[in-house]
């Protein structure tokens, strides 16, 4: 049993962690940044470890200082979080080699779903339906230009180091290709020291539909049911809801054990997330795997009453999973709304400084996941969601009621700082959204903005 853990982060998923600790009777230890001094993790874990100035390149990412940390408080175990180094397979390994549990999946999976082209390779040999498209990373321009004709433009290129809308292009007809490819060749090998490229069918206007997976280390694997996450702007998700609206209980029923079978094809373990596109026509199709815990978890958690975060603890722990596929039950609808200190009226320029009113909201079916607090100064440095609001209710009309309750009595001011409070306001009022008719360039319609992918 785990007596104390390292928490690799910061902000909200950091004290997120906190909770479960403390409420399972295991001790914290946050590391933490010169920029987060005064921040709240860092006042609720029993333990912190300063590990570095502000860059993270130099604190959260500085895998030396994150061992030693771990290494000087006794800490059996580390919670990644999300970003920074949760999806990095040799932090993973060398957390194996000193003996600390990475809480987490096993490093070969990491590594194995970093790769997008093996990802899908894998996913295609475990039955998981893929997007029409090559199976291996193609060399040669002429055979790459060969294949696309074969796929049928238009077609996106997509690098094998990339994922999460990094490195890609859309090619729209055969007269762009031979410079299409070229250059994002070029764009890889520069970017991921990595430049193998492989082509997919280009789906118009998809949803984004994932599923939760959660797998002990003894071969127990369920899914915890899809989440929409297709409101983003430019690669960044703003909104996410669960279940789907594009779902029935028919095809949630296959692609849980879609993504189950091709979870349990890699031996996974701990939390992962097996992400799909939906077509205009409902054709689904897998396309890449997230293995670390994601930022929109709780609305999963609401609907499910599973704590995802104390169950990564407890199987790290080596513990049997404590539910069956049988037991998981779906119970109303949740959405959360991510806040991020951006100004919307600016191109959506990251706002910091200090906080000198905070009001969040509360009552019924309402969830704060957020490290802010009056007097709080956001710093300048990291990512710049400072809160999520995540509300439940018995449908999905209801939950959109709740949020627009409670995103109008949020409150947080200060000199400088703005929110995109009043861009999720706007959203609950758009006609495609109540309908539950979302797609990945709905945001984009919404904010009158275009972005090709
Ligand atoms: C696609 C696609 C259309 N067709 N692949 C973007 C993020 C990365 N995970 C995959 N992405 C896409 N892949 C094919 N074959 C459109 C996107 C895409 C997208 C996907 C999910 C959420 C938001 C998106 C926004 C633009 C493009």
């Known amino acids: ?18 909770y479960a600790l403390k409420e399972l009777g295991i001790e914290s230890v946050v ?29 959260y990412l500085n895998i030396k200082n994150i061992l030693a940390a771990a290494e000087i408080t006794n800490a059996d175990a580390i919670h990644p979080g999300y970003g920074f180094l949760a999806e990095n397979a040799e ?23 970093g790769d997008k082209v093996r990802a899908k390779k ?12 090559t199976d291996e990373p193609i060399e040669d321009v002429d055979e790459a230009f060969r294949i696309a004709k074969e796929i049928g433009f238009p077609v996106i290129l997509k690098a094998a180091a990339g994922g999460g809308g990094r490195g890609m292009r859309l090619v729209r007809d055969e007269k762009q290709f031979r410079t299409a490819f070229q250059a994002a060749r070029a764009e890889a090998e520069a970017a991921f020291k990595d430049g193998r490229i492989y082509i997919e069918k280009y789906l118009e206007d998809p949803r984004h539909i994932e599923i939760q997976i959660l797998g002990d280390q003894h071969g127990n694997l369920i899914h915890l049911g899809e989440r929409e996450c297709s409101l983003q702007r430019r690669h960044q998700k703003i909104m996410e809801e ?30 992962g997330t097996m992400e799909f596109l939906m077509d205009r026509d409902g054709n689904i199709y897998f396309i890449e795997m997230n293995t670390r815990v994601q ?37 109303g609808h949740a959405i959360e709304a991510r806040i991020t200190a951006e100004d919307p009226e600016r191109n959506f ?33 990291y990512d710049s969601m400072i809160a999520k609001l995540i509300v439940w209710d018995e449908n999905r009309d209801k939950a959109i009621r709740r949020l627009r309750r409670a995103l109008e009595e949020f409150y947080i001011e200060g000199p400088g700082i703005k929110t995109i409070i009043p861009l999720h306001l706007k959203i609950l009022e758009n006609e495609r959204f109540l309908k539950g008719d979302l797609s990945t360039h709905l945001l984009d319609e919404i904010l009158g903005t275009f972005e090709e992918v």
């Open 295 to 331: 930022v929109e978890h709780p609305v999963t958690e609401m609907i499910t009453g599973v704590d995802i975060i104390k169950q990564m603890i407890l199987i790290a722990q080596g513990e049997k999973l404590n539910m069956k596929q049988e037991d998981i039950e779906f119970r």
């Open 242 to 271: 669960a279940l789907s609206p594009a779902l029935d209980e028919e095809k949630r029923k296959w692609l849980g054990e879609v993504a189950v079978r091709g979870a349990r094809a890699i031996g996974y373990h701990s939390a």
């Open 122 to 133: 894998l996913m295609k040999e475990a039955g998981v339906p893929v997007v029409p498209g």
């Open 349 to 381: 320029t990251p706002t910091a400084g200090k906080i000198e009113f905070l009001h969040k909201p509360g009552g019924p079916g309402v969830r704060v996941d957020s490290h802010i607090y009056a007097g709080y100064t956001i710093p300048p440095y």
């Open 31 to 59: 590391v933490y940044s010169e920029a987060d001094e005064n921040s709240l993790p860092v006042m609720m874990a029993d333990y912190a470890v300063k590990i570095g100035p502000p860059n993270p390149i130099n604190s």
């Open 91 to 113: 932090f993973a390994e060398m957390c194996r080699d000193h003996g600390i549990t990475f809480i987490g999946p096993p490093p070969e999976a990491i590594r194995a779903m």
């Open 1 to 18: 049993m785990f007596k104390r853990v390292l928490i690799a982060n910061r902000g909200e998923i950091a004290l997120r962690i906190i």
